[in-house]
């Protein structure tokens, strides 16, 4: 009889155990549907799938890496510890991917990041420098080669005549080659818009990576209302210290953010110099917490150096690459 009544009063204890758990849900939803949008952190709710995401993508390398190893006629040991390993540094790659992240929603706040495209507002970039005023930090102007020496590289940014229409707004089209030793290793090309407040966005990219000539990787690449990904802002018109924004918005692809610093910061390179007048930013991505960049751009000229810095801004040695030439 005992047993029967332990029976009884364990059933019952479930039952409302149970009970409890549908009502919290319920209660939750409800709270949910009833919450206003502004107070539904959906930076950090993106922030928390990115992570799931990046486990599972972690995950499925791993077993792919096993797959491979079965099919090794030896060393398939060495091969399965090794697949280990990597899983073990992905999967803490995506913690700190989140955490930077996270750090990201501090900064922008819980709001949906859907900044409104409207081609109205935006210039024809073929009057860029003529009836148009070039946005004086990042001038879009038909023709400019900018020229770029350091850390090993050659970079040469050129401002083409051709155009690209991208969710109805009509963008400049502006290559990057990157060289080591004569040899590309990246070659990019970056499709800007000036609206009429003399802001430039952002709307993608085709990034191509080279190694011994052969193309090997288009890692990074992404274009503006294809799978979710929009447009940012590369330079603001009148920027404002510690104001923060996106560049670019492709989740867990194209995720780079700047912050300004200064805009009375003082630099120098071989072409051209500010004192007092340069536009200072940090720029970072929460997909490589630990590459930060301090970029400088001169009014009238634009970008004249970017250093990577390390977590407390202090310059990289061997990393400062300068300005050296403008053919326009």
């Not at 697949?83 to 949906?112: I, M, N, W």
């Not at 073929?126 to 148009?132: F, K, L």
Request: with cysteine; proline share 5%.
């Amino acid at each position: 009889m005992e047993s029967k009544r332990c029976g009884k009063h364990q059933f019952r204890d479930l039952w409302h155990a149970r009970f409890a758990i549908a009502v919290a849900v319920v209660l939750f939803m409800m709270m949910t549907i009833a919450s206003p949008a502004s107070a539904i952190p959906f930076c950090s709710k993106t922030s928390n799938a990115a992570k799931i995401a990046c486990l599972h993508e972690a995950e499925a390398d791993f077993w792919i890496a096993r797959g491979k190893c079965n099919n090794l006629s030896a060393s398939r040991g060495a091969c399965k510890a090794a697949a280990h390993t990597v899983k073990k540094d992905d999967f803490q790659s995506c913690r700190e991917q989140y955490t930077a992240r996270q750090d990201v929603c501090a900064l922008l706040g819980q709001a949906p990041y859907d900044p409104a495209v409207n081609p109205a507002d935006f210039v024809d970039p073929v009057q860029i420098g003529g009836a148009v005023t070039p946005n004086p930090y990042f001038p879009l102007v038909a023709g400019t080669t900018r020229t770029y020496s350091g850390a090993g590289e050659t970079i040469t940014v050129t401002v083409t005549a051709q155009t690209k229409v991208i969710q109805g707004v009509t963008c400049r089209v502006v290559t990057d080659v990157v060289e080591v030793g004569g040899q590309v290793i990246e070659d990019t090309e970056d499709w800007f818009a000036q609206d009429v407040q003399g802001n430039v966005w952002y709307f993608g990219e085709i990034a191509q990576d080279f190694v011994n000539g052969e193309l090997v990787s288009i890692e990074g690449s992404w274009k503006a209302g294809v799978d979710g990904a929009k447009a940012g802002i590369v330079m603001k018109a009148a920027p404002t210290v510690n104001e923060t924004y996106r560049q670019e918005f492709s989740l867990g692809n194209a995720e780079d953010v700047a912050t300004v610093l200064s805009i009375t910061a003082t630099e120098t390179s071989p072409f051209a110099s500010c004192t007092g007048t340069c536009v200072q930013t940090k720029d970072f991505t929460p997909l490589d917490p630990e590459a930060i960049e301090n970029k400088y751009y001169a009014p009238g000229v634009g970008m004249i150096l970017e250093v990577a810095v390390d977590a407390t801004g202090t310059p990289i040695p061997g990393t400062r690459v300068e300005l050296i030439s403008v053919t326009p």
